[in-house]
């Protein structure tokens, strides 16, 4: 007589595979849909050619990437590299000691709250309202944005307070020049336009010059989405003293609490 082969687990397996492939359909790839920090609030920096512009180690950004064809006084369209590429994870420069590439702006000046168009400076500097970048009226179309207060260049540990924290910027073309003692920075001058990103680490650069400031690692997020919300300033960003102290170029392991400040 032959053996009799039982069948009964068949359906069993063929409902494991079933699960294992219309499951695994299901999975977003949309990078939109994880991985996004909670964070309600985003937190308002600057930053500059030293950190993102065309040919810019380590991604080489071409022109058309950071809208270098677009720049211009007031320029708030999301750069064009940053918006095709919402949720890749990049690296990203940030300049040298004494040449910094990221800027925290810990205070609004009462100007940029009465020039309008609404009562919250922050808000009218994106706008851009009149002497803050706006095309009307033509002259004197940047006269608020010289000497301004507070504006802070970030170092090793400055950066290393970011991590965790979500960022929207203004992007410049050029430089943004620091004086010191007391502190004011130049915010004059043309725009690429925004960014957003969510900051994951901060590490001490290994391949350049022995003043170079930490590598950001950073998720891209929506710009336009990040600027409709909540924005908040890096109020106790750290000080530096002068343009060469302190030599803060590695980032500590356990940095100081970020404080959030209003930015109206």
Do not use: H
């Not at 999975?27 to 993102?52: Q, Y």
């Amino acid at each position: 007589m032959k053996p009799t082969i039982k069948l009964s687990f068949l359906p069993k397996i063929a409902v494991v595979i079933s699960i294992l492939i219309f499951g695994s359909c299901t999975e977003s790839s949309d990078p939109n849909e994880s991985g996004n920090f909670s964070n309600t609030t985003a937190v308002f920096l600057l930053i500059d050619e030293e950190s993102i512009d065309n040919g810019n180690e380590p991604n080489n950004f071409s022109s058309t990437d950071v809208n270098d064809q677009l720049a211009e006084l007031g320029q708030r369209q999301p750069l064009r590299f940053f918006e095709q590429n919402v949720g890749r994870e990049i690296t990203l420069y940030t300049g040298q000691v004494g040449d910094e590439g990221w800027f925290a702006l810990k205070t609004i000046p009462s100007s940029w709250r009465s020039a309008g168009p609404s009562g919250n400076g922050l808000r009218n500097y994106l706008t851009p309202g009149p002497g803050l970048g706006a095309r009307i009226p033509d002259d004197d179309r940047e006269v608020l944005l010289d000497k301004i207060p507070n504006v802070t260049p970030l170092r090793a540990t400055g950066l290393a307070m970011l991590v965790g924290q979500t960022i929207f910027a203004v992007v410049y073309d050029s430089d943004i020049s620091i004086n010191y003692s007391p502190l004011t920075g130049n915010l004059q001058g043309a725009n690429l336009g925004i960014v957003g990103f969510d900051v994951l680490g901060v590490s001490s650069r290994t391949d350049g010059s022995s003043s170079s400031l930490p590598a950001v690692r950073v998720r891209i997020r929506n710009a336009g989405m990040l600027r409709d919300g909540e924005l908040a300033l890096f109020s106790n960003a750290p000080t530096p003293q002068s343009s060469s102290e302190p030599f803060d170029i590695n980032p500590p392991s356990s940095p100081p609490s970020i404080q959030l400040g209003e930015p109206n």
